[in-house]
């Protein structure tokens, strides 16, 4: 059974950076992906980004797009989200998401069956 746990969330100043950790276990193939997404009160749900398993090929919203940086650790099943340059307007709880043979060239939500609990990520002075 796939889990899906996410960590590192906090309080950060605008223009700080924050790095957010996604521990995922118990695929039974390799190709599937990481996903990351957030919202916001009184927003929908968003994707941030994704990163394959197979080729390490990456998608990035333009909203974050030259800000964030999603990479894997394989040794460690872990995929990160760092978080640079951030703003008020990145505050929001961020999900770790997790499918198989994801093909869409842009994130929609409920292409992914297995999730995070979330982490809250706040940017303010």
Known sequence: QVHVVESGGGLVQPGGSLRLSCA???FTMDAYT????RQAPGKE????????????TTYY???VKGRF??????SKNM?????DNLRPDDTAVYYCA???FIVSPTMRWREYP????????????
Not at 45 to 56: L, M, S, T, Y
């Open 24 to 26: 995922a276990s118990g």
């Open 34 to 37: 990481i996903a990351w997404f």
């Open 45 to 56: 749900r968003e994707g941030v980004g994704k990163i394959k398993n197979i080729d390490e």
């Open 61 to 63: 919203a333009d909203s």
């Open 69 to 74: 940086t999603i990479s894997r650790d394989s």
């Open 79 to 83: 995929v990160y989200l760092q978080m």
């Open 98 to 100: 997790a499918g198989y």
């Open 114 to 125: 297995y999730w995070g609990q979330g982490t809250q990520v706040t940017v303010s002075s």
